[in-house]
């Protein structure tokens, strides 16, 4: 089965090196044939047309997630639209496996589950909202793509950092509303692309690493430094969408959870009392803004009239799976980055003889690197502690992650 072109936007704003981090994920990418758009600030912008990466680069500085995006899209060629954040990096077999389901003509959109700063937890799995903007998990089968209707009131929501839609569909709804300048905006896609028909797949192995990277809202700790876009997003997803009788139950249900969270941060010693009534101030006036702030016409966008722009260097490789001891690290390392110079996608799994909690880190270098214990666990259903031997250890580690990236059946043991 042919896959579709795509068009890969990565919105970016004051993170170049975690953004070059992402970029190098890209390039692992199994796909053979997508472009990649970045929009980010022009310091940004200077160190990835430095560093040579041949994709097609617009400079915008301006805290607004949409709008970003929306640039993106104005500059996207390929049938499909995927977006990415600047703080993620995805599995070398993620842009394959969410777009395929749009061989499907019925398919609008696409999204994947997405593992925590560990490497290994999920973050995110499958999940719906509502006209209120409250999440739901949705039950599907943890391999398998699973396609789902939507209504105006419900739909599938596609995480931000790992999901994709036809681009013509994207387009004839008005792309992302520039009102929702964070949180929301992709909430507020799916229930507007809900209501003209169509499906959603939720493609479980499209999977994406995400860090949460520091910005001018949060720390990295992911305590919040405002609420206020939160707030302003909130009400104007209630006028769009929700009955005007919802919105007083939903509001107290936001002020409720997000009062929760700052009380949470304060008793972690991670913010000091006096901070959350600031950042209830921050919320309370993020909501009085997106009373009045106007909505998106929401007029179709028109389509780019740029041709696509491939990323060389794209396309299925080898993989390779690099084991070891804690103490042969140097050796390791240099086998590692000898393999990777050839073209291959390196796991290289260095442990301890030791309890310790596992994880997995993509590094801008190019190589996915696991450590931890030989005895620890890698996932939180595992014991504690158990004992392995270390080549039954690593080969159990290297089927695990065979699912997702090109490893040979050799180096699962």
Same mark, same amino acid.
């Given at each position: 089965?042919?896959?579709?072109?795509?068009?890969?936007?990565?919105?970016?704003?004051?993170?170049?090196?975690?953004?070059?981090?992402?970029?190098?994920?890209?390039?692992?990418?199994?796909?053979?044939?997508?472009?990649?758009?970045?929009?980010?600030?022009?310091?940004?912008?200077?160190?990835?047309?430095?560093?040579?990466?041949?994709?097609?680069?617009?400079?915008?500085?301006?805290?607004?997630?949409?709008?970003?995006?929306?640039?993106?899209?104005?500059?996207?060629?390929?049938?499909?639209?995927?977006?990415?954040?600047?703080?993620?990096?995805?599995?070398?077999?993620?842009?394959?496996?969410?777009?395929?389901?749009?061989?499907?003509?019925?398919?609008?959109?696409?999204?994947?589950?997405?593992?925590?700063?560990?490497?290994?937890?999920?973050?995110?799995?499958?999940?719906?909202?509502?006209?209120?903007?409250?999440?739901?998990?949705?039950?599907?089968?943890?391999?398998?793509?699973?396609?789902?209707?939507?209504?105006?009131?419900?739909?599938?929501?596609?995480?931000?950092?790992?999901?994709?839609?036809?681009?013509?569909?994207?387009?004839?709804?008005?792309?992302?509303?520039?009102?929702?300048?964070?949180?929301?905006?992709?909430a507020d896609v799916n229930l507007r692309l809900a209501a003209l028909g169509g499906l959603?797949?939720?493609?479980?192995?499209?999977?994406?690493?995400?860090?949460?990277?520091?910005?001018?809202?949060?720390?990295?700790?992911?305590?919040?430094?405002?609420l206020f876009e939160i707030g302003a997003s909130s009400m104007?997803?209630?006028?769009?969408?929700?009955?005007?009788?919802?919105?007083?139950?939903? =509001?107290? +249900? &936001? #002020?409720?959870?997000?009062?929760?969270? @700052?009380?949470? /941060?304060?008793?972690?010693? !991670?913010?000091? $009392?006096?901070?959350?009534?600031?950042?209830?101030?921050?919320?309370?006036?993020?909501?009085?803004?997106?009373?009045?702030?106007?909505?998106?016409?929401?007029?179709?966008?028109?389509?780019?009239?740029?041709?696509?722009?491939?990323?060389?260097?794209?396309?299925?490789?080898?993989?390779?799976?690099?084991?070891?001891?804690?103490?042969?690290?140097?050796?390791?390392?240099?086998?590692?980055?000898?393999?990777?110079?050839?073209?291959?996608?390196?796991?290289?799994?260095?442990?301890?003889?030791?309890?310790?909690?596992?994880?997995?880190?993509?590094?801008?270098?190019?190589?996915?690197?696991?450590?931890?214990?030989?005895?620890?666990?890698?996932?939180?259903?595992?014991? =504690?502690? +158990? &004992? #392995?031997?270390?080549?039954?250890?690593? @080969?159990?580690? /290297?089927?695990?992650?065979? !699912?997702?990236? $090109?490893?040979?059946?050799?180096?699962?043991?």
């Amino acid at each position: 089965m042919a896959l579709p072109e795509v068009s890969l936007i990565i919105v970016s704003r004051h993170r170049p090196q975690a953004l070059l981090r992402a970029i190098a994920g890209v390039r692992q990418m199994d796909h053979p044939r997508f472009e990649l758009i970045v929009v980010a600030d022009p310091e940004a912008c200077t160190q990835v047309q430095a560093a040579g990466v041949v994709a097609k680069v617009v400079a915008f500085d301006e805290a607004n997630i949409s709008a970003a995006r929306n640039i993106g899209l104005a500059q996207a060629a390929g049938e499909v639209v995927a977006y990415l954040d600047d703080d993620a990096v995805p599995e070398p077999t993620w842009l394959s496996r969410l777009v395929a389901p749009f061989a499907d003509d019925r398919v609008v959109a696409a999204t994947g589950f997405v593992r925590g700063r560990n490497g290994l937890s999920f973050q995110w799995r499958a999940m719906e909202v509502d006209a209120c903007g409250q999440d739901h998990p949705l039950s599907v089968d943890p391999v398998a793509v699973s396609l789902h209707h939507g209504a105006p009131s419900r739909a599938v929501k596609t995480c931000g950092t790992n999901c994709a839609f036809r681009a013509a569909a994207l387009r004839a709804i008005g792309g992302f509303d520039p009102a929702f300048r964070f949180y929301l905006d992709e909430a507020d896609v799916n229930l507007r692309l809900a209501a003209l028909g169509g499906l959603t797949a939720v493609v479980p192995l499209a999977e994406v690493h995400h860090g949460f990277a520091a910005s001018a809202r949060r720390r990295t700790d992911r305590v919040p430094l405002s609420l206020f876009e939160i707030g302003a997003s909130s009400m104007l997803f209630l006028r769009r969408h929700a009955p005007l009788a919802d919105h007083a139950p939903a =509001l107290a +249900r &936001l #002020w409720a959870d997000q009062r929760a969270r @700052a009380l949470r /941060a304060m008793v972690a010693g !991670r913010i000091a $009392p006096g901070d959350v009534g600031r950042l209830m101030h921050s919320l309370q006036a993020g909501l009085a803004a997106g009373e009045t702030r106007p909505l998106g016409a929401q007029l179709p966008l028109k389509t780019s009239d740029s041709g696509l722009l491939p990323l060389p260097g794209t396309g299925p490789r080898p993989g390779r799976v690099i084991t070891g001891r804690s103490w042969q690290r140097g050796r390791l390392e240099a086998e590692a980055r000898a393999a990777a110079d050839r073209g291959a996608v390196v796991t290289l799994i260095r442990l301890s003889p030791t309890a310790l909690f596992h994880s997995l880190r993509f590094d801008a270098d190019g190589i996915w690197r696991q450590t931890g214990g030989l005895f620890g666990r890698s996932d939180r259903q595992q014991p =504690l502690v +158990r &004992l #392995w031997r270390f080549p039954d250890r690593v @080969a159990q580690e /290297a089927r695990h992650l065979a !699912r997702v990236r $090109p490893i040979p059946a050799h180096n699962q043991g």
